[in-house]
């Protein structure tokens, strides 16, 4: 008898699989890789982990050898840009890989198929993945063909500086004293929190918030919001 959901469920992986620029030899670990923790006790967080390194390397190398003019720092401040949340995010929606995600039914009500963060750890654990169903010259060539686009609009010369640093740096200027950072508030889950950060520049009660999943992130967007008042951004 022909069982129509696993011919659909096949269906489906091999649409995502054209647009990864991958085929699975083994489909239980791509299966993996798009089950969230809330879906099943087989979930996705150990190759999301592994994932998370690879990425990292594979940048890492890929900005040492194609651009030996760009010092430490700004080679930090651009591998940083290129694998934080939103990066990854935007990549996972060029594939939409959120229709093809196996969540729970908590995370399907609350539309964790949008999610950043979601679809951010996904794309870490689909290169965890790959890894583990290839070797680390194939899913190196498969970042790099993701990361085209983006590794051909980086310029050597243009200064790559977090809000908080640009923030800093220009009260510096200014003599002013460094802007302070609190907790305001702090919601939801353990694994899906947001925090909220107020930003106060000269001791001024202007009310200046950055919302984040985490504090760092918080504090960079407040910081952010802090230099768009400022007319700097």
């Given amino acids: 008898m022909i069982n129509i959901y696993k011919i659909m469920d096949n269906i489906i992986l091999t649409s995502l699989q054209k647009k990864i620029g991958y085929t699975f030899s083994n ?7 798009l089950t969230h923790r809330s879906a099943n006790k087989q979930h996705n967080e150990r190759m999301e982990f592994l994932g998370d390194a690879i990425l990292n390397y594979v940048i890492s190398s890929t900005l040492y050898k194609n651009f030996p003019t760009i010092r430490e720092g700004n080679m930090s401040r651009i591998r940083s840009n290129l ?3 939103n990066t990854l995010t935007i990549i996972a929606k060029e594939f939409t890989l959120g229709q093809y995600l196996n969540l729970g039914p908590g995370e399907i009500k609350n539309k964790g198929f949008k999610k950043k963060s979601i679809l951010a750890n996904s794309i870490e654990a689909l290169i965890g993945g790959i890894f583990l169903d290839s070797n680390i010259i194939t899913i190196e060539k498969i970042i790099l063909k993701w990361y085209k686009k983006k590794l051909q609009n980086i310029y050597p010369n243009k200064i790559f500086k977090d809000p908080k640093t640009r ?4 009260l510096q200027k200014m003599n002013l004293p460094l ?5 305001i508030k702090m919601e939801g889950i353990t694994h899906e929190q947001k925090f909220t950060i107020q930003c106060k520049i000269n001791n001024k009660t202007d009310l200046i918030l950055g919302i984040g999943l985490s504090k760092k992130k918080a504090e960079q967007e407040a910081a952010k919001q802090a230099l768009i008042k400022l ?3």
């Fill in 231 to 233: 007319k700097i951004l």
């Fill in 167 to 170: 923030l800093q740096e220009y």
């Fill in 179 to 183: 802007p302070s950072y609190s907790l």
């Fill in 83 to 85: 694998v934080n949340g």
């Fill in 27 to 33: 489909q239980k670990i791509l299966k993996q890789t």
